[in-house]
């Protein structure tokens, strides 16, 4: 009885259970797995010398911004102290013009 579906035999196709595995499977087995754990090392040290590498910028520019921050922070006593001479200066003005005004 042959008719759209075709045969039994036809329909039957290949199990996976008939299907014979070589001789020497285990060969290409530990080939493979040798092959994908060298890769995966390959990965990992990528993956490594990335991240060292990220972490040497990261700490260069923390370092960079540390020198800023002690630059800043070196510029604003200085004008701290500008601003102290200027305040001093500006009282010694005013004391000498009103010694002045005063004596004459």
């Not at 039957?12 to 290409?28: E, F, N, S, T």
């Not at 604003?76 to 102290?81: D, E, I, V």
Request: proline share 3%.
């Amino acid at each position: 009885m042959t008719g759209v579906r075709g045969t039994r035999d036809q329909q039957r196709g290949i199990r996976l259970a008939d299907v014979r595995l070589p001789r020497y499977w285990p060969v290409p087995v530990i080939a493979a797995l040798l092959l994908a754990w060298r890769l995966q090392n390959r990965s990992l040290w990528e993956a490594e010398s990335v991240g060292k590498d990220l972490g040497k910028i990261t700490v260069e520019r923390w370092r960079e911004g540390d020198a800023r921050t002690d630059q800043m922070i070196v510029l604003t006593k200085t004008l701290a102290r500008l601003t102290w001479v200027l305040l001093a200066a500006t009282v010694v003005t005013l004391v000498v013009n009103v010694v002045i005004l005063v004596t004459a």
